[in-house]
């Protein structure tokens, strides 16, 4: 016997071992032969591989021929995003292979090294002085956009109907014409035009809508960060491609309100852009202090500021009054092991571990900052399941690429 992944299931074959769910309940029994309904089974529930008698083992997929040159870009990128991380846990393992796999068939030449930033004119505050500016940043933070309260109020009641939300949604055209460009897109795959927020609402419910409208919204506040600080656009579709692998990852391990992960994805690094806007000095500085000592920028950050963008986003997220939960995926997402929710956590750190390993976008970081295989763990997704869902990410990232060149 061998296991075999699902797609490569032939009519027939017999099941080598009970196929249980991700809470252990039996869906196909040992012995039963596999059939297009069976299969159908699997696909839905999200088993990737099983165990069938008398195949043979796969041999793991060879990467794609490519220039020598090409490797040697590609290689090196690789080694210098993934160098903190354990790269022999089968996980990441897998991550760095479909990454490169991946950066092979989309391959861009390596950009011209840009010089460092110099440091900001005057030298920056010490960090005992940075730290108790960070405790009083409640001062410096936007007030809440009256859309976000709105859809917030929204989101926490049940009984909202689709009307409600598009009288919302619809005092910004804006932000209207985004949610039917993103609702219209292949990221859902409507076969008719869906020509209204009300609409929108009735096909893929007002919990969705309202999470997509939020998110967008949130990220709109910071759009007018000077590009030499951060490139605002190149930070977004990083941190929308994180929402969809965030999105796709709780499908599969079977956790409820996959929307909310989706925008949590989004949301993880807004700390960095309250960085950027209101201490752009700093963020400079932890920039150059990152490429000179060839660490992460989350470890600039603690040692400049005593804290991280994690914190920063935490502030602003618990300061707005958004859900708990939200607040807790964007604060925990580097050390996904001390949530209250791992398994959450751990999805926005994989998530955002596979989309740098992709190399879609930046959220300024250089680096992975690290991986907690023990959170990982906790939601029991073989590391074979990650090559079939990077591929279903691939066409929603490069949907929602398209999408911003658009907007």
Not at 92 to 104: C, G, H, M, T
Not at 105 to 131: G, M, S
Not at 255 to 283: N, T
Not at 347 to 374: C, L, N, R, W, Y
């Amino acid at each position: 016997m061998a296991l075999v992944k699902v797609e490569k299931l032939t009519e027939g074959a017999v099941l080598a071992e009970d196929v249980l769910d991700g809470k252990a309940r039996l869906l196909l029994s040992k012995g039963q032969s596999i059939g297009e309904k069976q299969i159908r089974v699997l696909k839905m529930w999200g088993v990737f591989e099983v165990d069938v008698e008398g195949a043979e083992a796969v041999v793991e997929e060879a990467l794609p021929s490519a220039d020598p040159e090409q490797m040697a870009v590609v290689s090196a990128q690789i080694k210098k995003a993934f160098g903190t991380v354990d790269i022999q846990h089968p996980a990441a393992k897998e991550v760095v292979r479909l990454s490169i796999q991946y950066r092979l068939n989309h391959f861009r030449p390596a950009p011209v090294a840009a010089p460092p930033l110099p440091p900001p004119d005057r030298q920056p505050a010490r960090a005992t002085e940075v730290a108790a500016k960070i405790e009083r940043i409640d001062v410096k933070l936007p007030e809440v956009p009256s859309l976000v309260f709105e859809l917030n109020e929204i989101i926490a009641d049940p009984m909202s109907s689709a009307g409600a939300i598009g009288q919302v949604v619809n005092k910004s055209p804006s932000l209207a014409a985004t949610l039917l460009r993103i609702v219209n897109s292949a990221f859902y795959g409507f076969r008719s035009k869906i020509d209204s927020i009300s609409r929108a609402v009735t096909l893929i419910g007002s919990k969705e809508v309202s999470n997509l409208a939020l998110g967008i919204t949130i990220m709109e506040t910071f759009r007018g960060i000077p590009k030499e600080i951060l490139d605002v656009a190149s930070f977004l579709e990083h941190n929308l491609a994180c929402g969809v692998v965030a999105r796709i990852l709780a499908a599969h391990g079977n956790i409820a309100h996959s929307e909310q992960l989706f925008v949590s994805g989004m949301l993880h690094d807004i700390g960095r852009l309250v960085l950027c806007k209101y201490f752009p000095e700093i963020f400079q500085q932890t920039v150059v202090d990152a490429a000179r000592e060839e660490r992460s920028l989350l470890k600039s950050e603690q040692a400049l500021l005593g804290c991280t963008h994690a914190l920063l986003g935490k502030k602003l997220l618990n300061k707005w009054k958004l859900p708990y939960a939200l607040e807790n995926n964007v604060f925990y997402h580097h050390q996904p092991s001390a949530s209250p929710s791992p398994e959450t956590a751990a999805v926005i750190q994989m998530a955002d571990m596979i989309v740098h390993g992709m190399g879609v976008g930046t959220s300024g970081e250089q680096v992975v900052p690290g991986f907690d295989s023990k959170a990982w763990e906790r939601l029991n997704l073989p590391s074979s399941a990650l090559r079939s869902l990077i591929k279903q990410a691939e066409h929603q990232i490069e949907t929602f690429g398209d999408l911003l060149r658009k907007g």
